[in-house]
């Protein structure tokens, strides 16, 4: 005859740990995927990242979202295959600092520790100390050095260029701003609210009701969008 503590560990076993696993299944499955294109010295982009999409990070809103960064934006590739960004070669080479970031680093607090440190930077027109960010953050700048050098950067940022080139509709500025991917075109900033919108799980996020739900249809041709047209 099994013992108590027997039992116990078979009820653990059999019935406690795949229920664990099923409910964090279903969790990861009712979250909504925020999806950002960008690029580096975009100051629409890097204000977006700094004072709104932090957002995610600081409220219990991030409990419900899936955030994904692409690093590429409005860059061009040439004929003879080179890169040309709308910001210059610094962008170029942010672009592929973050996407290195993002590959190295794959929790979302620790990448976007230093993404956003970029950004600010970029704000106060200090882009080019952008590697001052690894003394301020705490974090080592050796596996980010190693994968912009090793070509792995390159190889990201092409995956990165292929991704942004397939989106449908097409996207016509950055930031540009998807929840389940459906673009938020010059909404974007009410991005919240969509999210709120879409989410269909059961654990509502206090963010979610505390935020007004109003979701703005801006006209285009009626605004001036904060945005970097391609």
């Not at 969790?27 to 960008?38: A, F, H, W």
């Not at 709120?196 to 109003?214: D, I, V």
Request: contains cysteine.
């Amino acid at each position: 005859m099994a013992s108590h503590n027997q039992i116990s560990r078979i009820i653990i076993t059999f019935v406690l740990i795949p229920l664990l696993i099923f409910q964090c299944h279903v969790c990861s499955q009712d979250k909504v995927i925020l999806s950002l294109y960008y690029e580096s010295l975009c100051p629409y982009c890097a204000d977006f990242i700094v004072n709104q999409l932090v957002k995610v990070l600081q409220t219990d809103l991030g409990s419900i979202v899936n955030l994904r960064l692409v690093p590429w934006g409005n860059t061009q590739i040439a004929p003879n295959t080179s890169w040309i960004c709308q910001h210059g070669t610094d962008e170029c080479q942010l672009n592929t600092v973050e996407a290195c970031a993002i590959k190295v680093w794959s929790n979302l607090e620790t990448h976007f520790k230093l993404i956003s440190c970029i950004e600010q930077l970029h704000l106060q027109n200090k882009h080019s100390s952008w590697q001052s960010c690894f003394a301020s953050t705490g974090l080592n700048q050796n596996p980010i050095e190693n994968c912009y050098n090793n070509g792995l950067g390159y190889r990201l940022e092409t995956a990165y260029a292929d991704e942004t080139t397939k989106l449908k509709p097409a996207h016509r500025f950055v930031p540009w701003v998807l929840v389940n991917n459906q673009p938020l075109q010059e909404d974007y900033q009410n991005f919240i609210a969509y999210i709120c919108k879409a989410y269909k799980g059961r654990n509502n996020p206090q963010a979610c009701k505390t935020k007004s739900l109003e979701i703005n249809k801006i006209n285009a041709q009626d605004t001036n969008p904060r945005v970097c047209f391609r």
